[in-house]
């Protein structure tokens, strides 16, 4: 899965595109992983461009947010932003909405750090 | 828009795998796009098929080939989706949900039990019955008004 990202400020942003399910999942888990073991350790997801989340991807946020948080040194993030309206309600079914925080567009996401 | 559909839509997945969640979600997304244009609703229809078929090929079946049949129908105001399998006994209208994360505490099990908790939200409907060895659950997701 190729997940366009580059290092903004004090974080990295992460941009996939499509679908994120049960085929590519594993792929954008791992590469959230490594995000988020690498220094800062903080990332922005930008979800623009992604039309859908299956509970796997769920599944991989949650993950790499508890692995942020559970960094030793310096604990990290992973923060969402410019998540559409259909999949932010994905969020709110799965009741993740009070997990994670949501900006509006990428900027205020970066900012946050 | 909301086109009239009387026929029924069926899929027959034979000795079916995860590797085979994509056409399925495919199958109902292309059908879907018949009776109407709404991303949300199209959303919903692919996001509760998939985690359902995703649940009894990898729980059901635990990883083994197994058959899924799914049948799907307007039916009032809801679309109608039928899925069955052959696997073990499990009921997801009953089945305890895992307890959400509440503000920011993160739950310090390992991440999981999404999909379910969709389906119940997305499903105006739910029913679950066993019988001949077969699962059967239905569901009912509110078709969108039709636009003015």
Redesign the interface.
């Given at each position: 899965m190729e997940i366009p990202g580059e290092k903004v400020g004090r974080c990295v942003v992460l941009r996939p595109e499509g679908r994120i399910d049960s085929d590519n999942a594993q792929a954008f888990e791992e590469r959230l992983l490594a995000e988020v073991a690498a220094n800062p350790g903080n990332v922005v997801v930008n979800l623009a461009g992604t039309t859908y989340l299956s509970s796997k991807a769920l599944r991989a946020l949650v993950t790499a947010l508890k692995a942020a948080r559970g960094r030793t040194l310096r604990k990290g993030k992973v923060v969402l932003a410019a998540v559409p309206p259909n999949l932010r309600e994905v969020f709110d079914l799965a009741t993740l909405n009070m997990l994670f925080e949501f900006y509006d567009d990428e900027q205020s996401a970066v900012d946050s750090f | 828009m909301i086109r009239a559909q009387s026929s029924e839509e069926r899929l027959l997945v034979a000795d079916g795998t995860?590797a085979d969640?994509?056409r399925i979600?495919q199958f109902v997304a292309e059908r879907g796009r018949q009776l109407t244009s709404d991303?949300?609703f199209l959303?919903h229809v692919?996001?509760a098929v998939?985690?359902i078929s995703?649940n009894i090929f990898e729980h059901g079946y635990g990883g083994r080939p197994g058959d899924l049949e799914l049948v799907m129908r307007p039916e009032g105001p809801h679309l109608l989706l039928v899925v069955r399998d052959w696997g073990p006994p499990f009921d997801p209208t009953t089945e305890p949900l895992r307890s959400?994360?509440?503000?920011?505490a993160?739950p310090t099990r390992?991440?999981?039990g999404?999909?379910l908790?969709?389906v119940r939200?997305?499903a105006e409907e739910l029913h679950y019955r066993r019988e001949a060895g077969v699962n059967e659950l239905r569901l009912a997701i509110r078709l969108p008004e039709p636009a003015p």
């Open positions: - | 995860i969640l994509g979600v991303a949300r959303l692919q996001l998939d985690e995703t959400s994360p509440t503000g920011e993160l390992p991440p999981g999404y999909g908790r969709i939200g997305i």
